[in-house]
């Protein structure tokens, strides 16, 4: 019997979730967005009821190992329901990728990014209003921001790390709050986080406490700068300031972000654990790594489930419809996918 390469497709991926089905969790597929490459660094969120993703980059022509050069979006995607279709619902004020999102009770706060030119700090919320994308201007950051992370803990949003220049030239500790229930908010800077600045690392919300776990310090070797991996992890609870929690059981960097969250737990899905870096050919490289770390805040330890039939890195979660939707990313390094996945802990 021959299959067209959509039936093939649709196997491979029936075929991933029954494997994954024996774990503690569900992943699940979604409607792919309606784009051959696919991207990373998108913004997602969920507004009236609907999820939307928007912006990111990718290379639409050769890859970077061929000199491809990469393109930001400043497309807007809306899906109405798990089982619609994907539709262009506007655009962003300009092309951009690489910054915080995070869905409140009024639409999707946008945070800082970057495009081909330099990094941004300025602020947006995105709102769906008669199925069009509205976008409207909150208070900026003080500093211009990219390959950070942000989470909601109750009505303020926390950003932390990330870098504020093109390239891997320095990387950040500072944390930053913006009180969505302030009758004028502005953006307040806290206490540092304790360690290495760190671009990419993973944030939570959960339990009272801003979580951020692993990520990659930018450290000069010899006559570079080098990514250093990290396995540690801290949380900062308002009022108290940092403490350190239990080091990840490996390095994770640019995993999906903010990290899904559950019963005092939260979910660190893939990402680079930095095992197969310089690995050569490029495009031969068998992708990231397929592990999920839970750390349980009760017991302040970490546990490890391997065997996720998806590897992802660079790509942000929104929480809707009953589940953690994992859009697009990167599958290995320069190379994007169109899919998008659903994530669900068991109860």
Partial sequence: MIFSGKTVATILVMSASLAFSESPFTLSPLPPLPDREGFAG?????????LIVAGGANFPDKKPWEHGKKVWYDRVFALDKPDGVWRIAG???????????????????CIGGSDAEKHHNEVFRLTLKGGAIHAENLPSLPIPLANGVGALLNDTIYVFGGSDEPGDKSALNRLFALDLKSAAPQWKELEPCPGKGRILPVAAALDGGFY???????????????????????CYRPGLGWKRVADLPKPV????????????KFFILGGDDGSLVGFQPPEKHPGFCKSILTYDARSNV??????????????????????WVLPNGEARPGVRSPEVWSFMPAP
């Fill in 42 to 50: 998108m913004f997602a969120g969920v507004s009236d009821g609907c």
């Fill in 91 to 109: 655009k962003l004020p300009r092309p951009l990728g690489y910054g915080v999102s995070v869905t409140t009770s009024n639409g999707v706060v």
């Fill in 212 to 234: 951020i776990a692993g990520g990659a310090a930018l450290e000069q070797t010899n006559d570079k700068i080098a990514r250093v991996y990290l396995r540690d992890a801290g």
């Fill in 253 to 264: 960097v640019a995993a999906p972000t903010p990290a899904p969250t559950a019963d005092s």
């Fill in 302 to 323: 970490w546990s490890t489930t391997e065997g996720l039939p998806v590897s992802r890195a660079v790509l942000p979660t929104a929480y809707w419809a009953g589940r």
